[in-house]
């Protein structure tokens, strides 16, 4: 008789359990919480996450820019699938701006050759000959800068591949600009992330 008890109650509980687990909950204006943006960003401008103003304006000085004349012919995107990025330095990218681009970003130097390969999603559509462009930053004093070149689309993801003989790893930081035609400096900042 214990046993039985003991069995009722079990699937009892169960029963109970199970109609609470299948409830769905609803948003409703009390439970709903807005992401505060604006503060994220100024949060993470405090922890060096994405650059201050000053760092932004020291970008967009010529004499911060490089040339790398160790570039390697660009591997087509298609060439890196099935590329193992688990022992690459990476970089998860924040819209800056207060939207819902992103990017990630893999870096790797490994026998003589720097590459880079990148995704990047819902980015706004450009407009009047401007484009997306990547650059790669060694951040503090001694600030430089490098221009990885514009970003492709490939469907509806936008992707970026680079190579070079260069050993760029000391480069800390990836942004993502949107370049107005013929801009030779970066210009507006839309995506930031540490390189890690």
Not at 6 to 20: E, R, T, Y
């Amino acid at each position: 008789m214990k046993r039985i008890s003991k069995v009722i109650g079990l699937v009892g509980l169960i029963a109970v359990l199970g109609f609470g687990c299948s409830r769905v909950i609803k948003p409703t204006e009390e439970n709903k919480q807005d992401i505060d943006r604006a503060a994220i960003l100024l949060e993470a401008k405090k922890q060096g996450l994405i650059m201050d103003t000053g760092e932004i304006q020291h970008m967009q000085d010529p004499a911060v820019l490089i040339v790398d004349e160790k570039k390697l012919t660009t591997p087509d995107w298609e060439l890196l699938n099935g590329v193992d990025f688990k022992n690459w330095k990476a970089a998860a990218l924040a819209d800056v701006t207060g939207g819902t681009s992103y990017g990630l970003v893999h870096l790797n130097f490994s026998q003589g050759k720097f590459q880079v390969a990148a995704t990047f999603g819902d980015l706004p559509e450009t407009t009047n000959g401007s484009s997306y462009q990547a650059w790669l930053v060694k951040r503090g004093d001694g600030m430089k800068v490098l221009n990885l070149g514009e970003l492709n689309a490939i469907g509806k993801i936008m992707t970026l591949t680079y190579a070079s003989k260069m050993d760029l790893s000391e480069y800390d930081f990836f942004v993502v600009t949107l370049q107005t035609a013929n801009a030779t400096v970066p210009g507006e900042h839309l995506l930031e992330g540490v390189v890690r």
